[in-house]
């Protein structure tokens, strides 16, 4: 099994940028697609980006395209979603989802296609 612990959340204004970090342990991540889901209150867990075990292969809904980007780093079995140009809208916990698959270039939208997540980390974004 693989554990995912996430980081980098935090309080910033409307406009400004956060670095979230996804680190996995017992497993080598290269083995798994990853994605990063966010809830925020009285709301369902959507999905915001995902990636492949490659790395080339990127998804992103659209409220986040061309202001969020995912990337990860095999040998440092870590995925980051930078974020940039926030917006009080995407406030939420931030999730982080593996799901172990032996195609290196598949990427997936779906929450219950993942079955390995972390605790979230909160993002809150002031107006």
């Known amino acids: 099994q693989v554990q995912l612990v996430e980081s980098g959340g935090g309080l910033v204004q409307a406009g400004g940028s956060l670095r979230l970090s996804c680190a996995a342990s017992?497993?080598?991540?290269?083995?798994?697609?990853v994605a990063w889901f966010r809830q925020a209150p009285g709301k369902e867990r959507d999905f915001v980006a995902a990636?492949?075990?490659?790395?080339?292969?990127?998804y992103y809904t659209d409220d986040v395209k061309g202001r969020f980007s995912i990337a990860r780093d095999n040998a440092k079995n870590t995925v980051a979603l930078q974020m940039i140009s926030l917006k009080p809208e995407d406030t939420a916990v931030y999730f982080c989802?593996?799901?172990?698959?032996?195609?290196?270039?598949?990427?997936?939208?779906?929450?219950?296609?993942?079955?390995?997540w972390g605790q979230g980390t909160q993002v809150t974004v002031s107006s």
């Open positions: 989802a593996a799901a172990w698959t032996l195609i290196i270039t598949e990427v997936g939208t779906e929450r219950d296609k993942y079955n390995y």
């Open positions: 017992g497993r080598a991540l290269v083995l798994y697609r």
């Open positions: 990636i492949s075990p490659s790395g080339g292969n990127v």
